[in-house]
């Protein structure tokens, strides 16, 4: 499987200009405070991420067994794309909605409102819906596959650690901090507009 790419120069601007067009048909509405609220509720689990992501971290420096390492490495990049990564769609797809955009959830049949019923949409749904209104550029397709094998079991794991899915090896922990430094960027992008407006 290859890597993504990072985000070039050119696609971090125009992420940020879509974000700020969005952003700014939102400050003219009351439903900003409803995106404040939600923001606000999911702190929470987010510092519950944290702390089970240094608490994978300290497993992982307290093991000399290098399979042992491997597992960890194969549960930080889950933690990271399931709550981290999937925390920056939601993010994205509430703003859409609260511009007028209509996101259905097929299994209950029914439009998300809150960052909550966002949250229960299955990621390829979310994923489609922000192609769709010109967020593409977020899109992490090869993570995305990686993400579907681990969960699924498709891959083997070595006593020496590494990772070998359909019989090639993958760097898991180049992997993890790709997807890390994606976040920063994208996230920095997205909360500027959150400081600036509550501050």
Do not use: P
């Amino acid at each position: 499987m290859g890597e993504d790419v990072s985000l070039e120069k050119q696609d971090l601007r125009l992420f940020e200009k879509e974000i700020a067009k969005q952003w700014q048909s939102c400050k003219q509405s009351i439903r900003i405070s409803e995106f404040q609220r939600d923001q606000l509720a999911l702190l929470f689990r987010y510092r519950e991420h944290v702390r089970n992501g240094r608490a994978l971290i300290d497993v992982s420096k307290n093991t000399a067994n290098l399979r042992q390492k491997g597992l960890v490495k194969l549960a930080m990049f889950l933690w990271e794309y399931e709550v981290s990564y999937m925390y920056l769609v939601n993010s994205v797809c509430h703003i859409l909605i609260l511009n007028g955009h209509d996101l259905f959830d097929l299994f209950k049949r029914k439009y998300t409102i809150s960052m909550k019923e966002i949250a229960e949409v299955d990621s390829s749904t979310k994923l489609k819906f922000l192609k769709e209104h010109k967020f593409g550029m977020i899109i992490r397709e090869q993570d995305r596959k990686l993400r579907n094998k681990i969960a699924h079991g498709g891959y083997m794991l070595n006593d020496d650690g590494r990772l070998v899915i359909e019989g090639k090896d993958e760097n898991i922990g180049s992997r993890l901090i790709a997807l890390l430094e994606f976040e920063s960027k994208t996230e920095k992008i997205l909360t500027k507009f959150v400081d600036e407006e509550f501050k």
